[in-house]
């Protein structure tokens, strides 16, 4: 029987069962509509008040503080609009950095187009933010500083805390996209000093569609979407009851094991990162080696093609990815990446693997065991390699 093994926790996780058994009654017996006012609908607004306590709960926020959304790009999108709220795009500039995921990037190219100035800072050979490009970037306008708490490609950790000290006597904004982060590192938003923080739930073993976005209290809050009273008048639409239960039902599971799991699957890390370095020449380990999530590996193998090597990888029953599953269908290289100093060859040589509750130390002997093959077998039907050069580590 061929193995299945995925190895792509980043992407998406599966939902718990613990979680789906929670979801459950809200589709067929606590089915009503939250904003009803009999006792069907009070019980399905109780659902969701339970729920947003328990986001709350999970980063130290109030729970008058966190609004439901449809995901992290939903969430990321609001909080660009509201830093903007009021004010002329033309007076308004906002820092971000390269490596952030597309649903800032995009929105923050679209707001150029708008008349909006952005910066993107650049990150170091590990993909880390420097604090200090930070404080130099800042201008009397800046209205919003934009930094992700975790790369979801690399893995890399940001300072997060440290940003958030240097702009916490200013007016400037500050917002995280913390869908990494979240289930995988604490996350604090009062230690952290940020203003706004987007996650989504299937990140940490709850339902895909669902999302929230924190938003500090006291902060003017535009409407995202018109038509309702839903979420205290700023996201219209009936709520999506059973996805805000998993929700709230998922984070509060993922922090009661996140102490252990985070210690479990670090080792696992370190196994795999170590294995594959002893067994496989030319490659480059991306991301910080030590300020890094638990569960990221990601490498760049010199001479052959991700795409390539994610499919005999796949013919083995490894599921993995090379990169973001938002952006799976680009052919250009990650901007990532190349956004670490890396050229198009390389970039486009890259694995990453992401591990998750079901990771065993078994799964990762087997692609210890399988994966070297596999590249050394690539690289000898690629023209680009050359046999007597093997035996380097990339740097």
Same mark, same amino acid.
């Given at each position: 029987?061929?193995?299945?093994?995925?190895?792509?926790?980043?992407?998406?996780?599966?939902?718990?069962?613990?979680?789906?058994?929670?979801?459950?009654?809200?589709?067929?017996?606590?089915?009503?509509?939250?904003?009803?006012?009999?006792?069907?609908?009070?019980?399905?607004?109780?659902?969701?008040?339970?729920?947003?306590?328990?986001?709350?709960?999970?980063?130290?926020?109030?729970?008058?503080?966190?609004?439901?959304?449809?995901?992290?790009?939903?969430?990321?999108?609001?909080?660009?609009?509201?830093?903007?709220?009021?004010?002329?795009?033309?007076?308004?500039?906002?820092?971000?950095?390269?490596?952030?995921?597309? $649903? +800032?990037?995009? !929105?923050?190219?679209? /707001?150029?187009? &708008?008349?909006?100035?952005? %910066?993107? *800072?650049?990150?170091?050979?590990?993909?880390?933010?420097?604090?200090?490009?930070?404080?130099?970037?800042?201008?009397?306008?800046?209205?919003?500083?934009?930094?992700?708490?975790?790369?979801?490609?690399?893995?890399?950790?940001?300072?997060?805390?440290?940003?958030?000290?240097?702009?916490?006597?200013?007016?400037?904004?500050?917002?995280?996209?913390?869908?990494?982060?979240?289930?995988?590192?604490?996350?604090?938003?009062?230690?952290?000093?940020?203003?706004?923080?987007?996650?989504?739930?299937?990140?940490?073993?709850?339902?895909?569609?669902?999302?929230?976005?924190?938003?500090?209290?006291?902060?003017?809050?535009?409407?995202?979407?018109?038509?309702?009273?839903?979420?205290?008048?700023?996201?219209?639409?009936?709520?999506?009851?059973?996805?805000?239960?998993?929700?709230?039902? $998922? +984070?509060?599971? !993922?922090?009661?094991? /996140?102490?252990? &799991?985070?210690?479990?699957? %670090?080792? *696992?890390?370190?196994?795999?990162?170590?294995?594959?370095?002893?067994?496989?020449?030319?490659?480059?380990?991306?991301?910080?080696?030590?300020?890094?999530?638990?569960?990221?590996?990601?490498?760049?193998?010199?001479?052959?093609?991700?795409?390539?090597?994610?499919?005999?990888?796949?013919?083995?029953?490894?599921?993995?990815?090379?990169?973001?599953?938002?952006?799976?269908?680009?052919?250009?290289?990650?901007?990532?990446?190349?956004?670490?100093?890396?050229?198009?060859?390389?970039?486009?040589?890259?694995?990453?693997?992401?591990?998750?509750?079901?990771?065993?130390?078994?799964?990762?002997?087997?692609?210890?065991?399988?994966?070297?093959?596999?590249?050394?077998?690539?690289?000898?039907?690629?023209?680009?390699?050359?046999?007597?050069?093997?035996?380097?580590?990339?740097?």
């Amino acid at each position: 029987m061929m193995k299945d093994i995925y190895l792509d926790h980043a992407a998406t996780t599966y939902t718990d069962r613990r979680v789906l058994k929670e979801m459950l009654p809200y589709f067929n017996e606590i089915y009503g509509n939250p904003s009803s006012l009999h006792e069907t609908g009070r019980k399905a607004a109780k659902a969701v008040a339970t729920a947003r306590a328990q986001v709350a709960a999970a980063i130290n926020a109030k729970p008058e503080e966190i609004y439901f959304t449809a995901g992290g790009t939903e969430s990321d999108n609001w909080a660009l609009r509201i830093a903007l709220a009021g004010k002329d795009k033309k007076d308004c500039h906002i820092i971000t950095s390269a490596i952030e995921h597309h $649903a +800032i990037l995009h !929105a923050c190219q679209q /707001l150029e187009k &708008e008349g909006c100035a952005v %910066t993107y *800072l650049p990150v170091d050979e590990y993909g880390r933010v420097s604090v200090d490009s930070v404080s130099q970037a800042l201008k009397p306008n800046t209205v919003l500083v934009s930094i992700m708490a975790a790369n979801n490609e690399i893995g890399t950790l940001e300072p997060i805390r440290e940003i958030g000290a240097i702009l916490k006597d200013k007016p400037t904004l500050f917002h995280t996209d913390a869908v990494q982060a979240m289930g995988a590192v604490p996350v604090n938003v009062e230690d952290w000093g940020v203003d706004m923080l987007s996650m989504s739930a299937h990140k940490f073993y709850g339902p895909k569609g669902v999302g929230a976005l924190y938003v500090r209290k006291g902060i003017k809050i535009v409407s995202f979407i018109h038509g309702g009273a839903q979420e205290r008048r700023h996201r219209a639409g009936t709520e999506n009851v059973p996805g805000i239960v998993g929700m709230g039902k $998922a +984070i509060e599971l !993922a922090q009661e094991s /996140l102490s252990e &799991e985070s210690a479990r699957l %670090t080792t *696992l890390r370190d196994k795999l990162i170590n294995g594959i370095i002893e067994r496989i020449p030319e490659i480059r380990l991306d991301g910080h080696p030590t300020e890094r999530l638990p569960n990221n590996v990601h490498f760049c193998f010199k001479y052959i093609e991700g795409e390539a090597l994610l499919l005999s990888l796949d013919a083995e029953g490894i599921r993995a990815s090379s990169g973001s599953a938002c952006t799976s269908g680009a052919l250009d290289p990650s901007h990532v990446l190349l956004a670490l100093g890396l050229d198009h060859g390389t970039a486009h040589g890259s694995l990453r693997i992401t591990l998750g509750h079901v990771t065993t130390e078994d799964d990762i002997d087997y692609v210890l065991d399988t994966l070297p093959g596999i590249v050394e077998r690539l690289r000898m039907m690629s023209p680009l390699f050359n046999q007597q050069e093997g035996g380097k580590t990339l740097v």
